[in-house]
């Protein structure tokens, strides 16, 4: 519900901050507290749909829209949803503090790392892939030590035209363009080095980018950054040699302003919106440079080239571009190719004499993470028909090889990486990441990273608990819990049944971890909307699973799966599990390829062209298809053969 905004203002203090500012009449405090630079916890961008802006109003008067997102003790302790509730007097509201949790690790495979795989893992033989060890070093930007000519009497040419003369005739830069912060210090550098300098160069556009005195051309860093929707991973670079120094990554600080992609679009609308969401990536950012750098005693000034690879919508935000129009018919990006930026530009403060490049967007929810994956994973170049999936909250899909390639998007929801599951959270420690159910006992064994009590449960555990339920019969193909079933672990209530998976004596929460009927349906969405997204764009394009000869499964959740359940549940198609790969994180490790060679970013720029982009948002079949998955493993069980022999083997199938 939205109300007229009228030219009354109330005056809306935040504590424990303490600050103030005036909102008009039909604003709501969500309003205000962007206007205000307050960050609120949402996930739906203020639709009023997820329950987590809530505050407590410590006094003054407001109309709220009544929400069954607050349980009753919130509503009588005074706690409203921030962007349901409109002042109708000054007020004050105490914002409660955003705990974020400690993120573990989560950079994904390194590229050297997919390489070790390669050689040690089965599953992976026999797959080509870019040696990365074999990659010319050819970064865009590079360093190059010079000599100036020294001026004397009678042969006084000023000194910019002296530097000019010598990256005429050492580099052959003609009409090399200087800007106006580099002519402010040509005069000390050149004596400063005794007329030996450093020029920083880009290759291609032959721009200048620094001088520094003396010879600095061991000191060259660049930056590979994954832009992710939930976590953003930061390489630090040796651009002389191509190798990864350190990596960083840290949960997405725009995560306040919504989980997926859409909700941050709605929250980018709304006031200064688009600036907050710009500032969260950029602080997120800024603080990983601030990481590796202190880590590898680098100077984050000598940095002169970063590669960002994300989705179109982070591309966006990351430059401060509205998307807004990717959010109605027919979905258009303001580009899907951003022009380099100087670091200054987009408020990078650490790295302030770098570049910065993101990689190419193939369309609107088909972004430069895909290009990027698709440039590391080398699918342009395959023989064999390949399916590169990026498993996240916004599932990106590309069938191809090296003739064609064809993409699309789904929208999976946040349910795999902790939203929407009442137990869920994500893969950091204290979560459970595996869990098997003994078929007898229903009791079931956990693994928890870090090894630690475990608090919650994260995606690779909940593909593997709605395959596991399923096969020990504990739910139906429907998500919904078997009542005859008489398990200390089953506990069938009449709202919402659930099945525990460690009670509370072994928790940290010093609660049973559970998973619910409620939370059960929106994974089996979730699931849904990926496998519904595989064979739509198969049959588009005339094909059908069986047509298929490898899956490359990319992303940090992709990582984790295991194939077999996924499988079970109907998300992955019933193939044979040689044929999957796990790739981890192919965004950044693209970007780092595109960082330290340039051949290698234009052949990116090349495969993001050369994909035909296939829309899934108002495409029927896709809905027949993702209706048609909201069962275990799918309605015509047909299609998953290998799962019907394992039901017939357990004498859990029944013909309908
Ligand atoms: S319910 Fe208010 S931000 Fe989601």
Redesign the pocket.
């Known amino acids: 519900m939205s109300k007229k905004v009228s030219e009354k203002r109330y005056k809306v203090t935040f504590l424990p901050e303490n600050k103030s500012i005036y909102i008009f009449k039909g604003e709501t405090i969500?309003d205000a507290s962007m206007n205000a630079g307050i960050f609120?916890?949402?996930?739906?961008?203020?639709?009023?749909?997820?329950?987590?802006?809530?505050v407590l109003l410590k006094s003054g008067q407001v109309e709220k829209v009544q929400?069954e997102?607050l349980s009753s003790e919130d509503k009588e302790r005074g706690y409203v949803?921030?962007?349901?509730t409109y002042p109708k007097s000054d007020l004050v509201i105490e914002v409660p503090v955003i705990e974020i949790e400690e993120a573990v690790i989560q950079e994904g495979l390194l590229a050297e790392d997919i390489l070790k795989l390669e050689i040690t893992e089965k599953v992976l033989a026999g797959i080509k892939r870019l040696d990365i060890r074999d990659v010319k070093i050819l970064p865009r930007v590079v360093k190059k030590l010079i000599t100036v000519e020294a001026p004397l009497i009678g042969r006084s040419s000023s000194d910019k035209y002296r530097l000019e003369i010598a990256l005429k005739q050492q580099l052959g830069l003609e009409d090399c363009f200087i800007p106006l912060e580099i002519l402010k210090k040509i005069s000390d550098v050149l004596r400063k080095g005794n007329w030996m300098i450093t020029v920083t160069v880009d290759e291609i556009s032959k721009d200048l980018i620094d001088i520094e005195p003396g010879n600095t051309t061991e000191e060259s860093y660049g930056l590979a950054i994954d832009v992710g929707t939930t976590t953003v991973v930061v390489y630090l670079v040796n651009l002389n040699n191509g190798k990864i120094l350190t990596s960083a990554s840290e949960y997405n600080k725009q995560i306040r302003a919504?989980e997926d992609v859409i909700?941050r679009i709605v929250y980018s609308l709304k006031g200064a919106g688009l600036e907050v969401l710009q500032g969260l990536i950029v602080e997120t950012i800024n603080e990983l440079i601030v990481e590796v750098c202190k880590r590898t005693s680098v100077n984050p000034e000598k940095i002169h080239s970063i590669v960002c690879a994300g989705n179109t919508i982070m591309t966006h935000f990351l430059h401060g571009v509205s998307p807004k129009y990717l959010r109605e018919e027919p979905y258009v990006p303001v580009a899907n190719i951003f022009s380099p930026v100087s670091s200054k530009e987009i408020f990078l403060e650490h790295t302030p004499k770098a570049v910065v490049r993101s990689a190419p967007s193939v369309a609107s929810y088909v972004g430069g993470d895909i290009s990027a994956g698709l440039l590391i994973s080398k699918v342009a170049e395959q023989e064999k028909l390949t399916l590169f999936l990026d498993m996240g909250t916004n599932g990106e899909l590309v069938i191809g090889n090296s003739q064609w390639m064809v993409s699309t998007s789904c929208s999976a929801g946040p349910a795999f990486e902790g939203g929407g599951v009442k137990d869920g959270m994500r893969a950091i420690k204290g979560a459970i990441e595996a869990v098997k159910i003994n078929p007898k006992t229903l009791k079931s064994s956990i693994k928890v990273i870090g090894g630690l009590k475990p608090k919650g449960i994260c995606g690779s555990a909940m593909i593997d608990l709605l395959g596991q339920l399923y096969i020990t019969g504990i739910i139906n193909r429907k998500g919904k819990f078997n009542t005859d079933l008489n398990s200390p672990y089953v506990v069938i209530d009449k709202a919402n049944p659930y099945y525990i998976i460690a009670k509370a004596e072994e928790t940290a929460t010093k609660k049973d971890i559970v998973i619910s009927e409620v939370d059960l349906d929106n994974l089996i969405r979730a699931k849904g909307a990926v496998y519904a997204g595989i064979t739509t764009l198969l049959e588009e394009v005339g094909l059908t699973k069986d047509n298929l000869e490898q899956i490359f499964i990319a992303g940090g959740f992709g990582h984790f799966i295991n194939v077999r359940n996924a499988i079970i549940i109907g998300m992955l198609p019933d193939l044979p599990e040689e044929i999957f790969t796990f790739l981890g994180n192919t965004s950044v490790a693209g970007a780092h390829l595109a960082l330290i060679n340039r051949d290698k970013w234009k052949e990116m720029e090349k495969i993001s062209r050369n994909i035909t982009y296939i829309e899934l948002f108002n495409n029927n079949k896709f809905y027949e298809r993702y209706v048609a998955s909201l069962f275990l493993p799918y309605t015509h069980i047909e299609e998953f053969p290998s799962v019907k022999k394992m039901l017939i083997e357990r004498g859990l199938f029944i013909q309908e």
């Open positions: 969500f609120l916890n949402s996930e739906c961008g203020g639709v009023g749909t997820c329950g987590r802006c809530k929400s997102l949803l921030a962007c349901q919504g909700s």
